[in-house]
């Protein structure tokens, strides 16, 4: 694997979690990018990933170029369609929604991606995503056609999770979903952990550092925060080195 792989690795080893500021293009006034992304730089963020689920085509490329001017983190891809691929991201996660049984969202649009990805020099990272349900209808659940795993059903969702590790995957990806209710629960967040040998990304929901630091105790090794940062820019003040 690549670098940003490795450092995830390394991190973990080193007992450092993670943190990775979600930016949606659909919903950043790119007026303000120096302005959020020098706040992003004096945090604990560690990542910046970008995507959504409504994005206009060649707007990821445009954001990720302007982000680029005001920041060293590595920028990953988190796209919710091929149209999202850009060579300005450092690398994708490469996402198979391992939580629903749409062929498209599994292999399809992967095979499709292909013959772009070959023109790019990004890091592709395999990563498994499950989406569990949060209590409302979220925009992954919509686009892609698919339903979330109960969020009762711990036997199903760690073995979606081992399913994908054993499928080769690099990452797993739990995902509450953008604007979540509620976040992932620390029980399902252990469960996981406990199945893995990969690293464990969590996001959805997560608004403040006690959801934060309760995610990385149940054993996150990188959590994923966007809403509250689109909402209330005063929460990186809360997150300074
Ligand atoms: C969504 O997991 C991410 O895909 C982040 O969710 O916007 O709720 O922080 P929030």
């Known amino acids: 694997m690549g ?4 450092n995830i690795e390394s991190s973990i080893l080193k007992n450092e979690k993670l943190l990775a500021v979600l ?20 945090s604990i963020a560690t990542h910046i990933f970008v995507g959504g689920s409504y994005v206009d085509e060649s707007e990821t490329g445009v954001l990720i170029g302007e982000i680029k001017k005001y920041t060293q983190l590595p920028i990953l ?4 369609d091929i149209t999202q691929l850009t060579s300005e991201a450092d690398g994708l ?3 198979s929604l391992l939580s629903g049984r749409n062929p498209d969202y599994l292999i399809g649009k992967h095979v499709q991606a292909v ?18 349900e949060n209590g409302k209808i979220t925009a992954v659940e919509k686009v ?8 009762n059903n711990i036997l199903s969702i760690k073995d979606t999770a081992k ?12 995902e509450a979903g953008s604007g979540a209710l509620q976040p992932i629960t620390t029980g399902i967040i252990s469960a996981v952990k406990n199945e893995l040998n990969i690293p464990l990304i969590v996001g959805g929901g997560i608004k403040n550092k006690q959801q934060l630091e309760m995610a990385y105790n149940a054993g996150a090794d990188l959590v994923v925060i966007g809403t509250a940062f689109e909402e209330d820019e005063s929460f990186f003040d809360e997150l300074r080195k």
């Open 77 to 80: 891809l988190f796209p919710g």
């Open 93 to 95: 996660l490469f996402l």
């Open 23 to 42: 930016i949606d293009p659909d919903k950043f006034v790119i007026a303000n990018i120096d302005t959020f992304i020098q706040k992003v730089n004096v």
């Open 115 to 132: 013959s772009k990805l070959s023109k790019m020099k990004l890091e592709v990272i395999p990563t498994g995503y499950i989406l569990i």
């Open 163 to 174: 399913a994908g590790e054993l499928l080769g995957m690099k990452l797993i990806y739990l």
């Open 144 to 151: 892609t056609n698919t339903k979330p795993i109960s969020r």
């Open 3 to 6: 670098k940003i792989y490795q």
